[in-house]
C-alpha cells in the first residue's frame, strides 16, 4: 500500500466498490504513462520527454471561452449561473451521472436568457462522451472528491484547461500525474480557490507584499465549519459521500480555503516553498455526538464507525524559515472561520475576530501603537483589490459573498486576454498536498514529512500571481 494513500485496501463505497475500483485504472494508465509509481513524501518524479514548466505560460487568447460543467449537484447548479454570465463566456455543455441534473441546469440557464447547452448524462463515463463530441476551452469540475484526478486529468488530454473544486486529488501520485499531464498536454489545470479571491485575503495579500507587516514569519489557516447537519442531512451530499470521508481516512480533507491566500501571502511558490508538514489529530468524536442526539436509530448511518479526528493541524514549514498553521474541522459545533491570519515583524492581521464590519482586526508599526488592535475596514480600503473595486457591483449577490464571481470573471479574463493564470497547477498541488501528507504523517505519530517541490526548482523565481496587475476584459465580439 503507497504510504500516501487515504484508504486502506480494503476500505469500501457505499456502493459496493472499493476506491481501488473506482480510481484504481485511471491512476495505473496514468502513473505507468508518466513513470509514477508508489511515491513517498518528497519524492520527485523526473520529467519525461517532452514536458515542460508550466510556470509563465499564458493561455492562448480567446474570443469566447466554451465551457463544459462535469458535476451539477448544489456546487456545479450554483456556479453554473457565474460561468454563464461572464462576458464572452459561454456554457456550451453539461454532464452529470444523474441526466435529470443536466437538464434542470440546462432549462435554468435558458430561463436566463442563455443558449441551451448540450446535455450529458446518465452513466459514470457520460463525462467522456462530451469531450470526444464537444469543442471545449475550459472545464470546469464539481463532483465529488474521488472523482476529481480522473476527470481533470482526461479533461487535459482531451485538450481543455480545467478548473476543479477542493480538492484536485487525494493522493500523492495523483497530484504529480497531474502536474505531469498539464506540463505534456500545455493544458493549464487550476484548483478553483474561490476564497483566495475573498476581499479581505486580497487585500491582506497585497499589505504583506507591500511590508505592512514587515517580513512575515507566520499565518493561520483553515476550514472550520460546523456541517454536521449538512453530512446527515439526505440528500444534500448525494449518495452520503461526504460523510462517508469520515469512515475511511485519517486525512486533513479540506484545509486549502484557508491555507491558499497564506501561501500566497507569503510568495510560496513564488521565491519560497513549503518543505514540510507535521500533522496531529483529534479523536474523532464530533459526528458520532451528533448522530447520538440527533439521528434516528434506523438512519443507515448507524452502521458507520467514524476514524477523521475532529480537528487535524498542519503544522508547514517554508524554505524562508517562515510557518503556516492549516487547520481542519466540521465535525464540532462552531461559529464559522478559515482563521486567516498573518504575522510578521512589524505587526499581524487577524480575521473572523469581529473588528469591526469586515469582521476583522489589524495592527501594524508605524501606523499603529499604543498595544490597541484596530478595525480593518479603513486599511482593507487603502490596500483593496483592484478586482473589488472593478467588480464589487457585479459580484454582489453572487455565491460566497462574491468571492465565486470574482474567481470565475478573473479565469475567463485570463483566458481571452491571453494572460498567465494567477493560479497555476504547481500551487493546486501544494496547496491540496495536506491531504495525502496529513495521513502519512499522522502514521508516523506526527513526524514531520516531506512536501515535494511540484514547481522542481522553478519556485525561487518570484513572478506575479494573485497579486495581479489590472488589465481590462476584452470586449465581446
Known amino acids: 500500500m503507497q504510504t500516501t494513500s487515504i484508504t486502506t485496501p480494503d476500505t469500501k463505497l457505499a456502493t459496493g466498490f472499493s476506491r481501488r475500483s473506482v480510481l484504481g ?31 509563465n505560460q499564458a493561455f492562448e487568447a480567446h474570443e469566447i471561452v466554451r465551457i463544459g460543467l462535469i458535476g451539477l449537484g448544489n456546487r456545479g447548479f450554483g456556479m453554473a449561473r457565474g460561468w454563464a454570465d461572464i462576458p464572452g463566456a459561454q456554457v456550451v455543455a453539461v454532464c452529470d451521472i444523474r441526466a435529470d441534473r443536466a437538464t434542470r441546469v440546462a432549462d435554468d440557464l435558458v430561463a436566463r436568457g442563455k443558449t441551451r447547452p448540450k446535455e450529458y448524462g446518465g452513466k459514470r463515463g457520460s463525462f467522456k462522451q462530451m469531450l470526444d463530441r464537444e469543442e471545449l476551452d475550459l472545464i470546469y469540475i464539481a463532483t465529488p472528491w474521488e472523482f476529481h484526478y480522473d476527470q481533470a486529468r482526461t479533461s487535459m488530454l482531451a485538450g481543455a484547461h480545467v478548473a476543479v473544486e477542493l480538492p484536485i486529488a487525494t493522493q500523492l501520485n495523483e497530484l504529480w500525474d497531474l502536474v505531469n499531464t498539464s506540463e505534456m498536454t500545455r493544458k493549464h489545470l487550476l484548483l478553483a480557490e474561490n476564497c483566495s479571491y475573498g476581499r479581505n485575503e486580497l487585500a491582506m495579500l497585497k499589505m504583506a507584499h507591500e511590508g505592512v507587516f514587515g517580513d512575515i514569519t507566520h499565518g493561520a489557516g483553515g476550514y472550520l465549519h460546523d456541517l454536521r447537519a449538512l453530512l446527515f442531512n439526505d440528500g444534500y451530499y448525494t ?42 489529530a483529534t479523536a474523532p468524536r464530533g459526528l458520532a455526538d451528533y448522530r447520538e442526539r440527533f439521528v434516528p436509530r434506523d438512519h443507515r448511518s448507524w452502521k458507520e464507525e467514524y476514524i477523521n479526528g475532529d480537528r487535524i493541524s498542519c503544522e508547514i514549514t517554508t524554505s524562508g524559515g517562515r510557518t503556516i498553521s492549516a487547520e481542519h474541522n466540521v465535525s464540532q459545533p462552531r461559529p464559522y472561520s478559515r482563521i486567516n491570519s498573518i504575522e510578521g515583524s512589524r505587526g499581524l492581521f487577524e480575521d473572523y475576530v469581529g473588528g469591526d464590519s469586515t469582521g476583522a482586526r489589524v495592527y501594524a508599526e508605524p501606523l499603529h501603537s499604543g498595544d490597541t488592535w484596530r478595525g480593518f475596514k479603513e486599511l482593507r480600503q487603502e490596500f483593496d483589490h483592484w478586482l473589488w473595486k472593478e467588480l464589487e457591483d457585479d459580484a454582489s449577490g453572487s455565491g460566497h459573498g462574491g468571492m465565486d464571481y470574482i474567481l470565475q470573471w478573473r479565469l475567463i479574463q485570463t483566458m481571452r486576454a491571453g494572460l498567465v493564470p494567477d493560479i497555476d497547477v504547481y500551487d493546486s498541488a501544494m496547496w491540496c498536498s495536506p491531504v495525502p501528507l496529513s495521513v502519512e504523517s499522522l502514521a508516523k505519530n506526527g513526524k514531520p514529512v516531506e512536501i515535494p517541490d511540484f514547481t522542481r526548482g522553478n519556485w525561487r523565481k518570484p513572478r506575479v500571481g494573485l497579486d495581479s496587475r489590472q ?3 476584452p470586449p465581446v465580439p
Open 239 to 280: 449518495d452520503d459521500w461526504r460523510r462517508l470521508w469520515h469512515t475511511r481516512s485519517t486525512a486533513s480533507f479540506y484545509p486549502m480555503h484557508g491555507l491558499a491566500p497564506i501561501a500566497a501571502a507569503m510568495d510560496v511558490n513564488r521565491g519560497d516553498r513549503a518543505v514540510t508538514l507535521a500533522a496531529t
Open 471 to 473: 488589465t481590462e476584459m
Open 25 to 55: 485504472s485511471a491512476a495505473a494508465v496514468g502513473g505507468a504513462a508518466l513513470g509514477i509509481g508508489a511515491l513517498t513524501a518528497g519524492a520527485t518524479p523526473a520529467r519525461a520527454a517532452g514536458q515542460r514548466t508550466m510556470v
